[in-house]
């Protein structure tokens, strides 16, 4: 008879974790941001608040939740609904968008920024080491986020649309994802980051090309990639005392 046996992740605890990261003296370090800098997903939480808020028109609202629920399930890829949740801002006037990012952040998501991830960021960027972002959501919620942790809009990759005399517009620029993730960091000239840090399956390939993989607060789909790899994981307290986060 024959049996097989799920290996699990090692897990890091929070002093762990941080002396691992710091251990490898990383020089350039890249963060992704929902569920790996803070919990839930402020691109979808954005959405939603500026639907509500009458940021967007009935139409495009009735139209990109329509599209949502095909994403849930799975008739929609994650490229196509990251690209969708930006084009839908369409018209609206730049400094409109980021006043309303900042607005939502402050309101929404910064009370849920992990605390173990702020100190680490404090420690690297003491340690003078070149810090980026790369995200599928917006780049003006991530640039309005990441200001917390020094992080300029310079080294953003995010989901991004042409802006035209101060207009967004539904032309795309980037919408990093998957695979379209390490594609954006080669383009900016970090093919081979020290120590890269993600939460999901969509982070994979991102993880794969750095020197060091440290997975954040996984989904079960990384969770069970970072066995197959021997990375070691690391949970956040806040969610090991609420898992649903």
């Known amino acids: 008879m024959v049996t097989t046996q799920t290996v699990a992740a090692g897990r890091y605890g929070a002093a762990e974790f941080e002396k691992a990261v710091l251990a490898t003296k990383p020089k350039i370090a890249v963060f992704d941001c929902d569920g790996t800098m803070w919990s839930g997903d402020a691109g979808y939480g954005f959405m939603v608040w500026s639907m509500e808020a009458g940021l967007v028109s009935r139409n495009a609202s009735d139209w990109i939740d329509s599209q949502y629920r095909l994403y849930r399930a799975g008739e929609v890829s994650e490229a196509e609904m990251c690209a969708e949740m930006v084009q839908i801002y369409d018209g609206l006037r730049e400094d409109e968008m980021r006043h309303a990012a900042a607005e939502y952040f402050r309101g ?35 640039e309005e986020g990441v200001k917390r942790f020094n992080i300029p809009a310079s080294r953003v990759l995010a989901a991004r649309a ?24 080669v383009r900016a000239g970090v093919p081979h980051p020290d120590a890269v840090f993600g939460n999901s399956i969509h982070d994979a390939a991102m993880l794969e090309i750095a020197r060091h993989a440290f997975p954040v607060n996984p989904t079960p789909a990384l969770e069970a990639l970072a066995a197959s790899r021997g990375w070691t994981v690391f949970y956040p307290e806040s969610v090991l005392q609420d898992p649903k986060q």
């Not at 101060?166 to 954006?184: N, R």
């Open 108 to 142: 929404h998501i910064e009370m849920n920024i992990f605390p173990e991830i702020r100190r680490l960021l404090e420690r690297l960027n003491a340690d003078g080491v070149e810090i980026w972002a790369v995200s599928s959501t917006n780049n003006w919620v991530v």
């Open 162 to 185: 042409l802006v035209k005399d101060g207009v967004a517009t539904s032309e795309l620029l980037d919408v990093p994802t998957d695979e379209a993730k390490a594609k954006a960091l």
